[in-house]
């Protein structure tokens, strides 16, 4: 049981490409989400969907597109890539919220943008 | 103010201390808690869950405070394997989304 698996592990971006990063669960979830983690910021939630087809922004979603077009997939667009977006982004996933609302992450993607 | 803020640290510690940490969140609406463990150059994984009434988990108790807005996590007899970054997570309010509010961490490191 693969879990929540993240592509690519590491990118370096030049300023102004784009690029796609791809998440893909196996645990049948509804809910999954994308964040980014910066040295001394904690996680910070860019987008997230609560279902296949549906997408919203979280805290942090300037210069971020998403899209759910299957249920198991959820990707994270840049656009035109800055160096404020070197980042360390996870994905996660997780059931319909219950009480535990527990979310799995995956292993994440290291990106730096030159 | 943060939603959720941690000290954090780094906590240095002989094996075999006992350490605490402290997280307040301000959301009041919030209903679920948690402590995430982060290894470095790792992703989060779920440590336990906070219930109202303390829960512990062998060598792991976390305590919630609704009154106060107050978590904490107390590891005894630590372990080498124990070094990491803990997480403190609650839910973001009543909403029905699944959002999850972090802390930025606390990082122990336990030393021989």
């Known amino acids: 049981n693969a879990g929540v698996t993240q592509t690519p592990k590491f990118r370096v971006l030049k300023t102004g490409q784009s690029m796609t990063l791809l998440c893909a669960q196996d645990?049948?979830?509804?809910?999954m989400y994308w964040y980014r983690q910066d040295p001394g910021m904690g996680l910070r939630l860019i987008h997230y969907?609560?279902?296949?087809?549906?997408?919203a922004k979280g805290e942090v979603p300037d210069g971020y597109n998403v899209s759910r077009l299957k249920k198991q997939n959820f990707l994270l667009g840049l656009e035109s890539a800055a160096p404020s977006q070197t980042s360390v982004y996870f994905c996660?996933?997780?059931?319909?919220?219950?009480?535990?609302?527990?979310?799995?992450f995956g292993p994440g993607t290291r990106l730096t943008v030159t | 103010r943060k939603e959720v803020e941690q000290d954090p640290g780094p906590f240095n510690v002989p094996e075999g201390a006992t350490v605490a940490f402290n997280c307040t969140y301000s959301?009041?609406?919030?209903?679920?808690f948690f402590w995430y463990r982060q290894d470095c150059r790792k992703e989060p994984k779920l440590l336990m869950s906070?219930?109202?009434s303390g829960n512990e988990d062998g060598r792991f108790t976390a305590q919630l405070n609704r009154a106060s807005q107050y978590i904490s996590l107390l590891i005894r007899d630590s372990k080498l394997s124990d070094s990491a970054t803990y997480l403190c997570?609650?839910?973001?309010?009543?909403?029905?989304?699944?959002?999850?509010?972090f802390g930025q961490g606390t990082t122990l490191q336990v030393k021989p």
């Open positions: 906070v219930y109202s």
């Open positions: 996660a996933s997780s059931s319909l919220p219950g009480v535990a609302y527990e979310q799995y």
């Open positions: 969907s609560v279902g296949e087809g549906t997408t």
């Open positions: 997570v609650v839910n973001a309010g009543s909403s029905n989304t699944g959002k999850l509010i």
């Open positions: 959301n009041s609406a919030s209903q679920s």
């Open positions: 645990m049948n979830h509804e809910y």
